[in-house]
């Protein structure tokens, strides 16, 4: 297996899981339906230990899972508490719970060893739900190992390729360097380009009549949380220096799943510090994120019928792999070390 167990996932929104609803989810090539008690959110094994039933088909009582063919009752610890007809409850009438915590408007699903889930591990991103920043975002499915996504993400050149009809803007953008640096089980590639023209998008939301200075500061979060400090200021106001008040800025987030060895949730919104609640402004960028996300995901699906098809052969590495290899390196060993724990 490709995954790091020991670690928080975002599941879903909390959008996507309405009161009294439940909600089937294959995460880490696991079934676990989640669903919300009125004391919050659990998630459970989506499969009933009568017959087998995915649970998600059933129904939420109040505090507990109804399971949807012959009535067992789940609590949010996955014990059976109530058996139609008969008052005693088989002993081993169990199923697994997975711990949940819901933040930042995500709920958030740790499928590794339950006594090691620490929520001071949860990623933060505080922009996703503080009232200085608006939130817009979705989920997409990708067909395509969660690995190629985080390549992406963390190589910028692809922008004058894959996005020649979006995002790229002047061609000199593309040969400033980056600057990459590994902190611990992070990798930060940063890039800033100082005297550009602003690129429409930035434009549409705040005019800036001259040049630009523009930043692009991402930063990977083992195991599979990638964010993008993004944005641009009137060029020599001191925005390299850290004031950022002559300019705008956004956080583009992608919270990535795997849902098995190929196929992956890709969480993503964009938080901006701009424009807050205008509705206008938050369709236009759920539009354009949208529309480019999926130039990316068209491009990690080809890649991935490919190496599915002819195998996982040796490839080449050139220079802007640098940040891929560190992330893959650092992954690899976090995976490494969690099977020899568990040998
Ligand atoms: S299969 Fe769930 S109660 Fe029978
Ligand atoms: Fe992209």
Known sequence: MSFVRNAWYAACWSEDLASGGTLARTLLCRQIVLW??????AALEDRCCHRSLPLSLGRVTGTTLQCGYHGLEFDRTGRCVRVPGQSRVPPGSTVRAYPVCERHGLIWLWPG?????????????????DPGWTR????IHLGADYRLLIDNLLDLTHVSYIHKNTLAGDPA???VPVTTTREGDAIRVERWMRGFTAPPMYNRARKFAGKVDRWQLIRWQAPSTVTLDIGCADADT??????RSHGISMWSNHIITPETETTTHYLWAFARNFKLGDETVSKTIAQDGLRTFLEDTAVLEAQQRSISTVGDRATVDIRIDNAPMQFRRILGDMIAREGAGAA
């Open 36 to 41: 919300r008690t009125t004391d919050g959110v």
């Open 113 to 129: 060893d339950a006594g090691a889930a620490d929520t001071a591990l949860i990623p933060d991103l505080p922009w996703l739900d």
């Open 136 to 139: 817009t975002g979705g989920c």
């Open 173 to 175: 953008e593309a040969l």
């Open 238 to 243: 001191g925005a390299p220096e850290g004031d």
